[in-house]
């Protein structure tokens, strides 16, 4: 079984700092997202890598950014967390032109 | 622009009653598609995609290349359909990024 799993499942920050969201997949995938997830906005694709070091933007990158060190992680970094960034984050990873597997959510509130 | 539309926000039935969700996708290229359902308290998971052409939990969906569509369906609604279902589109030429839709809450009534 592929196994997504993200560093934690709730978390709460204060307005301006720096938070990091961890993703690692076990199954050796090219691919991998991160999403938020909001009642009513559906899955909005934040960023997208197809390979280490490489990403690309996806709808709402704005306030956010990414690293693949190694083809296993993939982090989401708020540099200075906003109120409207509490929400659901989702992480998913593929296979080149597959189905999506995803990690369990993280709930970040920022207060 | 790649584009994935669901147009329902929330589909009430009864139980045994047929259901359809609605997919209408906006890509130039040849689609892949997928749909996902997420139940209370659980991760997304994929339900069905169109290469496969399987039913899965009694859900098929047709890829309808003239109407740009991939909708959702069930004969007979069942109290444990209810959930959030969304439909995805993988662009092949970007490879593979998944795009969603909003998503449809369904709620099987007894």
């Known amino acids: 079984d592929v196994k997504v799993t993200q560093s934690s499942r709730y978390l709460v920050k204060r307005t301006g700092e720096k938070v990091f969201l961890e993703c690692v997949q076990d199954?050796?995938?090219?691919?991998m997202f991160w999403y938020r997830q909001d009642p009513g906005l559906g899955l909005r694709l934040i960023y997208f890598?197809?390979?280490?070091?490489?990403?690309e933007k996806g709808d709402i990158p704005e306030g956010y950014s990414v690293s693949r060190e190694k083809k296993e992680r993939f982090s989401l970094i708020l540099e200075s967390a906003s109120t409207n960034q509490t929400s659901m984050y989702l992480c998913?990873?593929?296979?080149?032109?597959?189905?999506?597997?995803f990690g369990p959510g993280t709930r970040l509130t920022v207060t | 622009a790649q584009r994935v539309t669901q147009p329902e926000k929330l589909l009430s039935v009864f139980k045994g009653a047929p259901v359809e969700l609605k997919c209408n996708y906006s890509?130039?290229?040849?689609?892949?598609l997928f749909w996902y359902v997420q139940y209370s308290r659980q991760r997304l998971q994929l339900l069905l995609r169109?290469?496969s052409r399987e039913s899965i939990k009694g859900f098929t969906a047709d890829l309808n290349k003239g109407e740009t569509s991939f909708h959702l369906k069930k004969p007979f609604a069942q109290e444990e359909d209810s959930a959030m279902y969304y439909c995805?589109?993988?662009?092949?030429?970007?490879?593979?990024?998944?795009?969603f839709g909003q998503g449809t809450e369904l709620s099987v009534k007894p």
């Open positions: 998913a990873s593929s296979l080149r032109q597959g189905k999506g597997y």
């Open positions: 199954m050796d995938h090219e691919n």
């Open positions: 890598s197809y390979d280490v070091k490489m990403k």
């Open positions: 890509y130039s290229g040849s689609p892949e």
């Open positions: 169109h290469i």
């Open positions: 995805a589109l993988s662009v092949n030429n970007q490879g593979g990024k998944l795009i």
